[in-house]
């Protein structure tokens, strides 16, 4: 079955860098679109970024991470990839990784990320 783990979450100070996996299993990943979401305290699911499928992905971003984040993805070891750099407080929310296989939408559990000082 479809399977989606995140990792790499924690406390960063403003302005910091943090880089979070989801490693993927139960489907083809490299045939597949990912995007990563994120929830804030209060408020509702949004999106991040997505990768396309392929090797020569095509990525897009929330107006709000563009330039600081970058998604990536190696299809040889089923791992999707998000690089956070200049991180505000406002980016404080859990992370998700997510995919639909066959209509159906899949999540990981999420990781946290806190920034604060």
């Known amino acids: 079955q479809v399977q989606l783990v995140e990792s790499g979450g924690g406390l960063v100070q403003p302005g910091g860098s943090l880089r979070l996996s989801c490693a993927a299993s139960g489907f083809t990943f490299s045939r597949y679109y990912m995007r990563w979401y994120r929830q804030a305290p209060g408020k509702e699911r949004e999106f991040v970024a997505y990768?396309?499928?392929?090797?020569?992905?095509?990525?897009a971003y929330a107006d709000s991470v563009k330039g600081r984040f970058t998604v990536t993805r190696d299809n040889a070891k089923n791992t999707l990839t998000l690089q956070m750099n200049s991180l505000k407080p406002e980016d404080t929310a859990v992370y998700y990784c997510?995919?639909?296989?066959?209509?159906?939408?899949?999540w990981g559990q999420g990781t946290q990320v806190t920034v604060s000082s």
């Open positions: 997510e995919t639909t296989y066959w209509n159906k939408q899949y």
């Open positions: 990768i396309s499928d392929g090797e020569a992905s095509t990525t």
